[in-house]
């Protein structure tokens, strides 16, 4: 291995990358006015009918062929707060990341094959965290396309990474197969999200729908805070 005290640093960033990530996005959950994609009326931020994307909009959801944005009404509210924290989550820990994946392949550097390897899958995850970052930089409501584009594909890069990394942690020495199991079950759990939004039914098509996408976006996100804890205490325990 070489440069420790990089790779220490970076497993610290891992951290204090999640606990930008989760902090700040249950703050904007709190400061959420309230409606979803379906339904402009609701109020508050609800877990199985709200995208986590939601909250990144700079304003509620409304109807587009309305013309009047009532001073009572939740849809059209002013979203700063709630903008601000989440958008705030996704770019300052899309850019930690991102130094996390340069550091990493030094991790694996005794073994040549394996970080040439890591190189690969550090690459993609660069890319992914780039794309992470930029879904902040997007709001849903002003930049649409550019949203979906950034918050759709980085799933589907970020299935090769992990599925690149799990095989490298498979053959290092220095890290427990346990840790390339739990990586291999996260890029299980990518494709998988990944086929749901391919070929799952549209948000837009019945409450069910909505709840169902809803959910499995959760799901996919929690995975991806477990596996990167996970991976990055196993790093750390390896350094003791």
């Given at each position: 291995m070489y440069n420790t005290k990089l790779l220490n640093i970076s497993i610290h960033?891992?951290?204090?990358?999640?606990?930008?990530?989760?902090?700040?996005?249950?703050?904007?959950?709190?400061?959420?006015?309230?409606?979803?994609?379906?339904?402009?009326?609701?109020?508050?931020?609800?877990?199985?009918?709200?995208?986590?994307?939601?909250?990144?909009?700079?304003?509620?959801?409304?109807?587009?062929?309305?013309?009047?944005?009532?001073?009572?009404?939740?849809?059209?509210?002013?979203?700063?707060?709630?903008?601000?924290?989440?958008?705030?989550?996704?770019?300052?820990?899309?850019?930690?990341?991102?130094?996390?994946?340069?550091?990493?392949p030094g991790y694996f550097y005794e073994n040549k094959s394996l970080y040439r390897l890591s190189i690969v899958g550090s690459a993609l995850g660069v890319i992914t965290c780039a794309f992470f970052a930029m879904v902040g930089l997007t709001p849903a409501n002003l930049y649409f396309d550019l949203h979906v584009f950034f918050a759709n594909n980085m799933f589907k890069i970020a299935f090769l990474n992990a599925l690149i990394y799990s095989y490298v942690i498979f053959k290092s020495r220095f890290l427990s197969t346990f840790y390339g199991i739990g990586y291999y079950t996260f890029s299980v759990m990518l494709i998988l999200y990944v086929a749901i939004l391919e070929f799952g039914p549209s948000p837009n098509s019945s409450g069910f729908a909505l709840t169902f996408q809803v959910i499995s976006q959760k799901v996919i996100a929690l995975d991806f805070v477990f596996a990167s804890y996970i991976l990055a205490k196993g790093m750390k325990r390896s350094f003791s």
């Open positions: 960033l891992v951290y204090y990358s999640l606990v930008i990530f989760v902090g700040f996005i249950i703050i904007s959950a709190i400061y959420y006015p309230g409606t979803t994609i379906l339904d402009h009326d609701t109020v508050g931020y609800s877990v199985i009918n709200n995208f986590l994307s939601d909250l990144g909009r700079t304003i509620t959801h409304y109807c587009s062929t309305s013309t009047v944005i009532c001073d009572n009404c939740i849809g059209g509210k002013n979203n700063f707060i709630s903008a601000f924290f989440f958008n705030n989550a996704m770019f300052l820990s899309g850019i930690l990341f991102i130094i996390f994946y340069i550091a990493l």
